[in-house]
């Protein structure tokens, strides 16, 4: 089992920045591809990022614009969403997934593990 806690999480003016973690416990692997996904009070889990496990390929939802950027320092078992030029439809709770392979995918039924999701406010 994997166990992933996001934070990170608050309320930021538009135009402003956060950063997310994600610390991976259990039986992790730096192997692991790991994503970000996102989800608005009435609407569906929405891709945002992935990171293959070596940190070589990364993938971003079109909506990201280049505003995002995710990382990984598997020595601390963590992934990283760096978020600027924030708008307020970026308000959703976002998630931090793991899938138990290497190959990247943006489908959130392909991950296996998933943390408690985090907060993110945008205001305008």
């Known amino acids: 089992q994997v166990q992933l806690v996001e934070s990170g999480g608050g309320y930021v003016q538009a135009g402003g920045s956060l950063r997310l973690s994600c610390a991976a416990s259990?039986?992790?692997?730096?192997?692991?591809?790991m994503g970000w996904f996102r989800q608005a009070p009435g609407k569906e889990r929405e891709f945002v990022s992935v990171i293959s496990g070596s940190g070589s390929v990364t993938y971003y939802g079109g909506f990201v614009k280049g505003r995002f950027t995710i990382s990984r320092d598997n020595a601390k078992n963590t992934v990283y969403l760096q978020m600027s030029s924030m708008k307020p439809e970026d308000t959703a709770v976002y998630y931090c997934?793991?899938?138990?392979?290497?190959?990247?995918?943006?489908?959130?039924?392909?991950?296996?593990?998933w943390g408690q999701g985090t907060q993110v406010t945008v205001s305008s």
């Open positions: 259990g039986r992790t692997s730096s192997s692991y591809a």
């Open positions: 997934a793991a899938r138990s392979g290497a190959v990247v995918t943006t489908r959130a039924r392909q991950y296996d593990y």
